[in-house]
């Protein structure tokens, strides 16, 4: 257990008292002329920040007091000492420094009364003090300091004023200064008080005092700056390619956001280098190559073939997303916890990668759960199985209170022929889904991967010419604007296009005729229109054909759907995926057993029969 001062009276009398042992002339002579000296403790603190507190001690002791002269060296040498649980041996040293500097000092005198542990007998010793000393620079700010722990906020703001702003001192009494500033309701003043310091010089006082202000006003966003930049300084040493560098570098990136509001993606892209080259990890993002989409969009080239700093990231599971489109503005998106597959494709002379993430840095950048953006596409599969989740539970549901055999339309429903404006479907897409789990050689974590890889594979038509021959204007800009002005957003034809391919493609499309429905359904769906589209337009091929109406869907073969969707392709004049892009697609992703995981049992457990699976199940 730490010792008061008061505990100690004959330390104290030594303290103050003893003088038979005096310095000699020349002693003095010197500690006074190196009074003022400049004294640089970044060394120390970068040591200290990597975590080698004995070798910080040692580099400090040639800076101390009697030294120097340093009250800013010998504050912090007492700090470190305390810290370490040394109280003693820093009475000891004052009582030294006393018997070799004899006689009044005020450095001497703030130092003793600095270390005093009682707030109130502290106060009440640095306000002798001062009345001493009025002049002495750290006497007042440790005054105007003690008052404000205190709560005496008017006594500490008639100290500060006149406060000492540079100087060794300086440090301290930004710090004191911030601190009144928020207390008097100016909170944008004190944190710019301490910014420079605490981001750009990384001085451990401001930055924890920055954190200390952030948390008094539950200020999230400078929370997160202060302790994604203390953290970065407290990096431990490890590996280069170890992710969570790169985990390290990206958090202070994102914590900065929303200083980087106007920021073109070059000074992202920049800062982004800056801070995962401080946290040791590779960087270079800001010379990587770039899709460019005729001055529409630019995306950073992510693949592990595009560059050295993008193949290093990948092998430590992260990848990254920077690019910037007119009227979005940059986007920055790590994904983290991932796997790839590079897949060879017809037609293209280099592999697509494939890539599977588990997890987004940044969970405040909205991304999408998969996106074709770079040559291939990648697919969010912590998301997915959220939505896998809801769809277990519903089908459960559904099974153990209807029936497996109840889940069809009721028997006295009259069959009608197919409608284009009838979109009313009669929970046709829980029986779509029911009928295609069935079958007994899938889940639905299987069915919705296989759904949004088949998707993203649609978009392969537009955006593997893009990135080989750059974006021919005069086709698109008329897509652009009959997208708006069909469905409100210029780029929506990408997913019409993209989901008429994958039914048009897939073996079996009534899971995704399944989701075409739900979402058609849905005015508030981001999909809303293109999906509605899609639906009117086969509904309209299957009244060609006196097909039976949606709501009787469940029993058209899946051959027949499909053959539809492939009818409407070569109506829009469309190619359907490759179908041996898709073979070595699905032989690669197989080998990953990502289709073996949480598999739902059909039909469930019975609890009379003490769970145990039916034979015919």
């Not at 590779?282 to 630019?298: H, I, L, V």
């Not at 779509?432 to 949004?452: C, I, P």
């Amino acid at each position: 257990m730490k010792r008061s001062l008061n505990a100690v009276p004959a330390l104290w009398m030594l303290l103050f008292l003893v003088s038979c042992s005096q310095a000699t002339r020349r002693e003095q002579s010197q500690i006074h002329a190196n009074r003022h000296a400049a004294v640089d403790l970044e060394a120390v603190q970068a040591l200290l920040w990597a975590g080698e507190f004995d070798f910080a001690l040692a580099l400090l002791q040639s800076q101390r007091w009697e030294n120097t002269g340093s009250v800013a060296a010998e504050r912090r040498w007492q700090d470190l000492m305390r810290r370490n649980g040394q109280d003693q041996q820093v009475l000891l040293a004052l009582a030294n420094l006393r018997e070799r500097f004899p006689g009044l000092d005020p450095d001497l005198d703030y130092l003793e009364a600095r270390i005093l542990e009682d707030g109130p007998t502290r106060a009440k010793q640095l306000e002798r003090l001062h009345r001493r000393w009025p002049s002495h620079p750290w006497i007042q700010l440790g005054h105007a300091a003690s008052q404000q722990l205190l709560g005496n906020w008017l006594e500490a703001e008639e100290l500060l004023e006149g406060a000492p702003m540079d100087g060794e001192a300086g440090s301290f009494a930004r710090a004191l200064l911030a601190r009144q500033s928020l207390e008097q309701g100016r909170a944008r003043q004190a944190f710019r008080l301490l910014e420079v310091e605490a981001f750009e010089q990384g001085r451990e006082l401001a930055l924890f005092t920055y954190m200390e202000l952030a948390q008094a006003t539950n200020d999230d966003r400078r929370l997160r700056r202060a302790e994604a930049e203390i953290a970065l300084r407290a990096a431990p040493q490890a590996d280069p390619l170890d992710a969570t560098r790169i985990d390290l570098g990206m958090e202070r990136f994102f914590a900065e956001l929303p200083w980087l509001r106007d920021a073109s993606l070059d000074e992202l892209l920049e800062r982004i280098d800056q801070y995962v080259a401080r946290a040791d990890a590779p960087s270079g993002w800001a010379q990587q190559p770039r899709y460019e989409m005729a001055g529409f969009a630019t995306l950073v080239q992510p693949e592990p073939r595009s560059g050295q700093v993008a193949e290093k990231w990948l092998a430590a599971n992260r990848f990254l997303l920077a690019g910037d489109a007119v009227g979005r503005g940059p986007e920055i998106h790590l994904l983290t916890d991932t796997s790839s597959l590079q897949v060879p494709w017809p037609g293209e002379d280099q592999e697509l990668t494939i890539l599977l993430a588990r997890g987004v840095a940044d969970r405040r950048q909205r991304i999408a759960q998969g996106g074709t953006v770079f040559r291939g596409f990648y697919l969010r599969i912590d998301d997915l199985e959220r939505g896998v989740e809801q769809i277990q539970r519903r089908m459960l549901s559904l099974g153990m209170h209807l029936g497996w055999e109840d889940l069809g339309p009721p028997e006295s429903q009259p069959q009608s022929l197919a409608n284009p404006n009838d979109l009313e479907s009669q929970n046709l897409p829980d029986r779509l889904r029911w009928q295609r789990l069935l079958v007994g050689d899938t889940n639905v974590q299987e069915q919705e991967l296989r759904h949004l890889i088949v998707h993203e594979a649609g978009h392969l038509g537009e955006i593997l010419p893009w990135l080989n021959h750059g974006l021919p204007l005069l086709q698109v800009v008329p897509l652009f604007l009959k997208s708006q002005s069909d469905f409100g957003n210029a780029l929506l034809w990408l997913e019409y296009r993209a989901e008429l391919r994958a039914v048009a493609s897939a073996e079996d499309p009534r899971w995704l005729l399944a989701e075409i429905v739900e979402r058609a359904q849905n005015p508030r769906d981001s999909y809303h229109a293109p999906y509605r589209q899609i639906l009117r337009q086969l509904l309209q091929v299957a009244a060609e054909e006196e097909a039976p109406a949606l709501a009787d869907w469940d029993q058209v073969p899946p051959a027949t759907m499909r053959r539809w969707a492939q009818e409407l392709l070569a109506r829009e004049d469309l190619d359907p995926i490759p179908p041996q892009g898709l073979e070595l697609l699905w032989r690669e992703l197989d080998q990953l057993n990502l289709f073996q995981e949480a598999p739902l049992t059909w039909p469930p457990l019975d609890p009379i029969n003490d769970g145990q699976v039916e034979s015919d199940g």
